[in-house]
């Protein structure tokens, strides 16, 4: 079965930069949409970032645009979430997630698979 496993989470001062890591495994096909997702209670699911594992695009929310990078090592199976100039109102629990068998287009996230989440927290 198809398994996400994060990692990276942590507190960090306003302005600051956290990497988070997701190990994935478990599918067949080469050709995958993942990404990111961030919670907060008591508001709405927000999709971050995406990467398709078959040609390595990434697409990414308005809010995280030039900020955050996802990318993609291939050899591991592991999909990373650069976060950079970091402000509180990132401040959520993290989620990889992923649809197998699909690249990843614009306006849609994938929802498929979960990760049991990372927590990042940034203080001002």
Known sequence: ???LVESGGGSVQD???VRLSCATSGYISTSNCIGWLRQVPGKEREGVAAISTGDGSPYYADSVKGRFTISLDSAT???YLQMNDL???DTAMYYCTADIGYTCYSGSWPLAYWGQGTQVTVSS
């Open 87 to 89: 402000t509180p109102e």
């Open 77 to 79: 199976k592991t999909v």
């Open 15 to 17: 302005g600051g930069s």
């Open 1 to 3: 079965q198809v398994r």
